[in-house]
């Protein structure tokens, strides 16, 4: 009688315990699978894993200058470029990254001048006019070595899929800004990312 006693006991505890289990393990294997392996909690981090492993061949992107020169990125080639993405309306961490490529962009030309260009693209070329572009520049004391510039057309697909290509993560919302991941890319003379900051 004890024994059937507590093996009823033993199977009522058991039935207790295996649904909130499963849950948890159906959960677990949610989170793992959306987080690409717990790797990727953020959307932008998510792009910047999906692109893949570095190196890997940066995209070509057609850009305009602060001069008004039309330039693909790979014209740059040759050099190192500390590449990113941007936009000259952005009201948070636009205006930081710029103040940390400044200060970059100094200490590296006091060490290893013209081994390394920047590189900061907007994607809002609608606003951030060639003007526009030169007195940011100006603003940052006309720095040698460093080019403000805009993509050369409009947001489209296949300039939204060259951005994931290179682990770069926008969105235009509704009121005409935009969210995006900011990251900083090295790109090697031969046209490889190879270390994403």
């Known amino acids: 009688m004890v024994c059937q006693d507590t093996h009823r006991n033993m199977n009522a505890r058991v039935r207790r315990i295996i649904p909130p289990l499963l849950i948890v393990v159906a959960w677990a294997g ?10 990727a909690f953020t959307t932008f981090s998510h792009t910047l894993k999906a692109a893949g492993p570095l190196p890997r061949p940066a995209p070509v992107f057609h850009i305009r200058d602060q001069f008004g020169a039309v330039h693909d990125t790979d014209d740059f080639g040759g050099s190192y470029v500390l ?50 572009l030169f007195d940011t520049w100006r603003y940052h004391g006309r720095p040698t070595g460093w080019y ?30 935009f969210n995006h991941s900011a990251q900083t ?9 190879v270390q994403a900051f």
Do not use: H
């Open 30 to 39: 949610m989170l793992s699978w959306w987080t690409s392996g717990f790797s």
């Open 83 to 132: 590449l990113q993405f941007s936009y000259l309306s952005c009201g948070d961490v636009c205006p930081l990254s710029m103040a940390d490529f400044q200060r970059v962009q100094a200490a590296l030309q006091r060490s290893m001048p013209g081994e390394l260009l920047l590189l900061s693209i907007s994607f809002d070329p609608d606003r951030d006019t060639t003007q526009r």
């Open 148 to 177: 403000m510039a805009a993509l050369d057309s409009p947001l489209d697909d296949n300039i939204q899929a060259d951005l994931q290509r290179l682990g770069v993560w926008v969105s235009r919302r509704d009121d005409s800004l």
């Open 185 to 193: 890319f090295l790109v090697s003379p031969d046209g490889q990312v």
